[in-house]
């Protein structure tokens, strides 16, 4: 069936350096790929996102990046801080409008 | 502006009792959304409903009943809980376009 694979599961960087977290997808139909970061006790909050037309957006410290043709996107975070610890979900809107989630990375800054 | 509130945040069950998680949102927004998150599983779709009246079933529907008498509340109902229903529950609705924006969540356990 469908669905999104997210890799690490959990990946852990000192201050300053950076994250990458990658998904890949299944339904090439996908045209929607947002992101969400989940602190502890939180509900999940988008962060960023990017179309199927685009190929890599950027918002300060974070981007994601598309290949439509592989099937993946990334989250990069450069600069980490300590407040960027937290969960992260990426998603994908697959062709009949359903966002399916990947399975969450746990990232930890250290200070 | 609350945006999503969820009632209760904690809740222990005993295996066969019913339950209501309640959800109810200020942002008039037609959709809403349930979603559970268990380790390593990411966050899975329940149930959806895209306006009043009108409830769809998602990717893990069974075991759940939800109802929608109007724009703001959307309840979702547990008629037998399980150990299995152990999670935190999530309820979304849509913030801008593409964004779920969501609830602080529930936690659930059935012993």
């Known amino acids: 069936g469908e669905n999104v694979e997210q890799h690490p599961s959990t990946l852990s960087v000192q201050e300053g350096d950076s994250a990458v977290i990658k998904c890949t997808y299944s339904d090439s139909a996908s045209n929607y790929f947002p992101w969400y970061k989940q602190e502890l006790g939180k509900g999940p909050q988008l962060i960023i996102d990017i179309r199927s037309n685009v190929g890599e957006k950027k918002d300060q410290r974070i981007a994601v990046t598309l290949n439509k043709t592989a099937k993946h996107f990334s989250l990069h975070i450069t600069e980490t801080q300590p407040e960027d610890s937290a969960v992260y979900f990426c998603?994908?809107?697959?062709?009949?409008?359903?966002?399916?989630f990947g399975q969450g990375t746990t990232l930890q800054v250290k200070p | 502006n609350a945006g999503v509130t969820q009632t209760p945040k904690f809740r222990v069950l005993k295996t066969g009792q019913s339950m209501t998680l309640l959800c109810a949102q200020d942002m008039n927004h037609e959709y809403m959304y349930w979603y559970r998150q268990d380790p390593g599983m990411g966050l899975r779709l329940i149930h959806y409903?895209?306006?009043?009246?009108?409830?769809a079933k998602g990717e893990v529907p069974d075991g759940y009943n939800v109802s929608r008498s109007t724009t703001e509340d959307f309840p979702l109902r547990l008629l037998s809980a399980a150990p299995s229903q152990t999670s935190v529950y999530f309820c979304?609705?849509?913030?801008?376009?593409?964004?779920?924006?969501f609830g602080e969540g529930s936690r659930l356990t059935v012993l």
């Open positions: 409903s895209v306006g009043e009246g009108t409830t």
């Open positions: 979304a609705t849509v913030g801008g376009p593409g964004e779920l924006f």
């Open positions: 998603a994908a809107k697959n062709g009949i409008g359903k966002l399916i």
